[in-house]
């Protein structure tokens, strides 16, 4: 009762002595000013709370999630699919073409377990799987071609497959039937809240080994590298597909147009925005009757750099299935990316293109 009173003595003193201009109170609200509140010189100040960064989106965070494997999950991307599920979550989407003229995406989830819905879910191809191997994560697919599940088996890759694998469809994976119109292959989605439990009981690896680097600098500077304007780019995959996007400078970000609408989360309805928006050339050969592609995603290319409505041409290579990309500009300086999402784009190099204006 005794401290209680002091206290109580203690502020009314403090308050006494600022109304005669002895004391400027404050609350800690102007981050800048380090002086600590009335509260504070009473009751103490709390311990400061330690900012990280987010490893695939330079956001920060409070906690430190730079050990933490993502996931990598195969989405399908053609007309009759969309809308798309949880994508929102996603930190970045790439979009690669697929045997018939199709593209199919693959999200970079940093967390998944807060994801409700995800999907829909669809086939995994070699590239798909190198490119995820390249972020050391876990790949999530229903079903594959048979040349990519010999690469899961010959690279040990921790995937979950919503096809083949009958405990893992029973744990995670469900049908949506009102999809069912389309094709009983565009119904597959997951609940990213059972994934946790199913990592756990395969064992897979949770975090990177200690020698894992994504390679990723972020800046809030990062369209000072553009050289020439970018407001609108239409990204051509082949004559099938295009994907458009509109940069909106009143939110730094671009938005993504396709088959006649935005590129939006159809469980939340946000359009998706992106920070940055990467196009990569490669090579890309149809390799058997059905038309199912290679692509060669380990080597060197070149490509465009998005952010800011601002664009730089740019060089990336990969040395190995395991190896992260590295990108520079044309100079040969280290790209460095704008803080948020990213949308990647893998087009050939002889039917792809790229506008912008």
Not at 94 to 117: C, K, N, Q, W
Not at 178 to 192: K, V, Y
Request: include cysteine; charge should be negative; charged fraction near 20%.
């Amino acid at each position: 009762m005794k401290k209680i009173l002091c206290m109580i003595c203690a502020l009314a003193m403090l308050f006494s002595f600022a109304g005669c201009g002895k004391f400027a109170l404050h609350y800690g609200d102007d981050a800048a000013d380090e002086k600590p509140s009335v509260i504070e010189l009473v009751f103490g100040k709390d311990p400061e709370k330690t900012a990280f960064t987010a490893p695939l989106t330079g956001e920060t965070q409070e906690t430190d999630t730079s050990a933490q494997r993502p996931y990598a999950v195969m989405i399908n991307n053609i007309s009759v699919a969309q809308p798309q599920v949880g994508i929102s979550q996603a930190d970045w989407i790439y979009e690669i073409p697929a045997e018939g003229g199709i593209t199919r995406m693959m999200g970079l989830f940093s967390h998944i377990d807060d994801v409700p819905s995800v999907g829909s879910i669809r086939s995994l191809r070699p590239y798909y799987l190198s490119i995820a191997l390249s972020y050391d994560a876990i790949v999530i697919h229903g079903g594959g071609s048979e040349d990519a599940y010999s690469d899961l088996k010959l690279l040990n890759a921790d995937h979950i497959d919503g096809v083949r694998d009958d405990r893992a469809l029973a744990a995670m994976f469900y049908r949506d039937m009102s999809r069912a119109s389309a094709g009983t292959e565009h119904t597959l989605f997951f609940n990213g809240d059972k994934v946790p439990a199913l990592v756990a009981e395969y064992g897979f690896r949770t975090t990177h080994t200690s020698d894992y680097q994504t390679g990723l600098t972020f800046s809030e500077t990062a369209a000072e590298q553009g050289t020439a304007t970018a407001n609108q780019v239409c990204v051509t995959f082949n004559n099938s597909k295009t994907t458009t996007f509109t940069y909106h400078p009143e939110t730094g970000h671009y938005t993504g147009f396709q088959y006649g609408g935005d590129y939006a989360d159809g469980q939340s309805g946000e359009v998706v925005p992106f920070a940055n928006v990467l196009v990569l050339q490669t090579n890309m050969r149809a390799y058997d009757d059905y038309g199912r592609l290679e692509a060669d995603v380990v080597g060197s290319g070149s490509g465009w750099y998005f952010t800011g409505g601002k664009c730089v041409p740019i060089h990336w290579s990969r040395s190995d299935t395991y190896t992260p990309f590295v990108y520079t500009t044309e100079s040969g300086a280290p790209l460095t990316f704008a803080i948020g999402k990213t949308y990647v784009a893998v087009i050939p190099t002889d039917t792809g293109s790229v506008d912008y204006s």
